[in-house]
């Protein structure tokens, strides 16, 4: 099973950056998936962005697009969000997922899809 740890959530102001770092144990390319999800109190948890690893191709929601990153650096076994041009609508619970399907192959994927959690960061965006 693939660990995953999340850390650099915050609280920050419209207009700021955060980078958020996922650490996952057991990081190798037979994790063909990994992704980013965030959830708000009272909505569904929507996929943010995804990296199929073997390639490093990258799908965004349209919300996000522009303003977010998604990379991976295998030599650490860690998965990076840089989000820029943070939003009061960002603010929700961001968790990294892992799969070792092709899931993300040209689309982010639904929660159901991915075998593997963290355990959540918050990022609060304030006006």
Do not use: H
Not at 76 to 84: A, I, P, R, V
Not at 87 to 110: F, H, L
Request: aromatic share 12%.
């Amino acid at each position: 099973q693939v660990q995953l740890v999340e850390s650099g959530g915050g609280s920050v102001q419209a207009g700021g950056s955060l980078r958020l770092s996922c650490a996952a144990s057991g990081y190798t390319y037979s994790t063909y998936c990994m992704a980013w999800f965030r959830q708000s109190p009272g909505k569904e948890r929507e996929g943010v962005a995804a990296i199929y690893t073997d390639g490093g191709y990258t799908t965004y929601a349209d919300s996000v697009k522009g303003r977010f990153t998604i990379s991976q650096d295998n030599a650490k076994n860690t998965l990076y969000l840089q989000m820029n041009s943070l939003k009061p609508e960002d603010t929700a619970m961001y968790y990294c997922a892992a799969d070792g399907s092709w899931v993300c192959y040209g689309r982010i994927g639904s929660p159901p899809e991915y075998s593997d959690w963290g355990q959540g960061t918050q990022v609060t965006v304030s006006s």
